[in-house]
């Protein structure tokens, strides 16, 4: 399996107020097309900055990262732009939709970018998937946080990207809506082999992906395969597709959901 990401002794220092403060601190490791993989780690260990840094949001001031053969730092900013808009699939943690949009416009800027007829109709369509489908014409000012967060997914996965990264995706959702979307981010990499990185605090969601790697302080403690020594307890619905009047999503995501037993 080829890798999608390679991080080498990645570093990223913050200046100003006088002091440094290093906050990515010599990460290297490889993570392989279409496999999952939770990011995990107390409050401030870098796991934000690590993922803005992996999706090309951000800047290293040292190392490398290399996202889907390409090499970031050797991108300029309207490069590495492109390279997101065909590739990547974000979802902040603080959702960062786009305040004079409603929620399906948001949701489509990311095919709209690309000139898509229907993206629209589309955007629409996954919002009825992540439950908002009575949210449309909501602005964001007007949705709750858990509603925000869902129409940042959508808009996140709209346009079927290689790796989709995301930050906390369902810190502000009750269990059941939380469930919801966690089946939903799993459906998409095992139906369109999208590469899922994804923060969280959540043993229960750490322990569905394929690896698991914790952060303190900026370094790697911890890398391993939660799945490899004990069954899954907890089951993703099936049948449907993600992505609406589309059963046929190629074979990638099939064999490939991120080594779980
Ligand atoms: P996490 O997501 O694990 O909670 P973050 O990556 O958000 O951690 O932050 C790691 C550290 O970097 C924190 O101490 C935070 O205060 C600091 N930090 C984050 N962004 C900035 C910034 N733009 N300028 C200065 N310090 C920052
Ligand atoms: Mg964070």
Do not use: W
Not at 47 to 62: N, P, V
């Amino acid at each position: 399996m080829p890798a999608i990401l390679q991080l080498l002794d990645l570093t990223r220092t913050y200046r100003g107020g006088g002091h440094d403060l290093t906050v990515v601190q010599g990460v290297s490791l490889s993570i392989n097309a279409g496999t999952t993989c939770a990011i995990t780690g107390p409050s401030g260990s870098g796991k934000t900055t690590l993922l803005g840094l992996c999706a090309g949001l951000d800047r290293a001031t040292s190392g490398s990262v290399v996202l889907d053969g390409h090499a970031l730092e050797r991108l300029d900013e309207d490069e590495r732009a492109l390279l997101r808009r065909d590739r990547v699939g974000f979802v902040f943690q603080d959702f960062q939709l786009v305040p004079t949009l409603s929620a399906v416009e948001n949701v489509a800027v990311p095919l709209e970018l690309r000139r898509h007829n229907g993206a629209r109709k589309l955007a629409a369509e996954l919002l009825q998937r992540v439950g908002l489908g009575d949210r449309l014409d909501h602005y964001p000012v007007q949705l709750s946080g858990g509603e925000q967060q869902r129409v940042g997914l959508a808009r996140a996965f709209i346009h079927r990207p290689a790796i989709l990264f995301a930050d906390e995706p369902t810190g502000n959702l009750d269990s059941a809506t939380g469930a919801a979307v966690e089946d939903l981010l799993f459906e998409l990499n095992r139906e369109a082999g999208t590469t899922l990185i994804l923060v969280t605090h959540e043993a229960e969601l750490a322990a569905r992906c394929g690896r698991v790697i914790r952060l303190m302080n900026g370094t790697v403690v911890a890398d391993y395969a939660p799945g490899e020594h004990r069954e899954s307890t907890v089951h993703s619905s099936r049948g449907s597709s993600v992505y609406p009047h589309d059963g046929a999503f190629g074979p990638a995501g099939s064999g490939a959901a991120g080594g779980r037993p």
